[in-house]
């Protein structure tokens, strides 16, 4: 039996403020945050179970990070009982209480942001959802399928040169997560619209803006293919996908995290207790190199060869 989901979970007064969830404030936040984590649903559950998160949250404050927290995750957090687990709000509140900020962004935000900075008319943004949307599809995932089953009048102006004069954002981003599913990706798909929308806004950064928040390798592919068409069509290299993996390495480089066991248990919290897939540069190695290991040789590795890079 397929799982149902909510927008606004039952318990959301039980966590709502440690989120800004004002959209005008949400805007604001977006246009001046250095960095911006898009946090799948499985990271955000996997760090939420670590003991040793308090170091996650120290990393993520290290880099003046504010998290964003898209409508259907927060839906895929609370599925059937529509209510998000209390060790969910207990992250989200030690995260607030550490001064960083959780925006709940509905997707549809993203024609805001770029209200508040084009002079565009509606067509002309309109024709920026097409183009993002009609990416993201290539690889007939779950929008793609939306996307074909939608009102005939609807999928003509989002695929289409002629889109209209009424925004479109609302009336797609709605009706993609009235058909939100168990085990579909429409969530992560959702999030790559948003950063190609939210990448064809002009911002000064001397390096990543935004950051991919997921352990998924299956969908490493796609992240790839959307860098190479953000950089050919608003001359920047986004997003950047960060995996439980790669932030434990960069916490220990960077003094944030020393402890082999303390390390071990927050890859554990993601990975269990089994071995690790990870792709990963060696001393000697010209290229990536995809490998398994166990967690306790993956630790091992970060601490003893300065040579041992992990990528993903």
Known sequence: MNKKYTEIPFNFNDFKNYLVVNKVEVIKCIFNSEKCFFYDTCSIQHHSNSKNRKYIIDYLKSKNATIILTRTVLMELSPNSFEVNEVQIEYFK???????????????????????????????????????????????????????????????????????????????????????????????????????????????????????????????????????????NHNKREPYQLTTATMVYKMHRESILNSKEEMIEIMSSTYGIGNANIYYVGEYDITQVNGKFTL?????????????KIMY
């Open 94 to 232: 030690e995260l607030y209480n550490n001064g960083v900020k959780i925006l709940l962004f509905d997707e549809e935000y993203v024609y805001d942001c770029l209200k508040e900075v084009f002079s565009k008319s509606n067509e002309e943004l309109n024709l920026l959802l097409g183009y993002a949307v009609k990416e993201v599809s290539k690889h007939k995932g779950k929008v793609y399928q939306i996307l074909e089953g939608m009102d005939t009048s609807l999928k003509v102006k989002i695929k289409g040169n002629n889109p209209g004069k009424l925004e479109l954002f609302s009336r797609f981003f709605n009706e993609a997560r009235s058909n939100k599913q168990e085990h579909d990706s429409l969530a992560e798909e959702l999030i790559f619209i948003c950063i190609i929308i939210l990448t064809s806004i002009p911002y000064l950064a001397d390096d990543i803006k935004y950051i991919f928040f997921s352990n998924d390798l299956a969908t490493r592919s796609k992240v790839i293919q959307l860098v190479d068409y953000i950089l050919k």
């Open 296 to 308: 306790e040789e993956i630790v091992d590795k970060i601490i003893n060869d300065n040579g041992f």
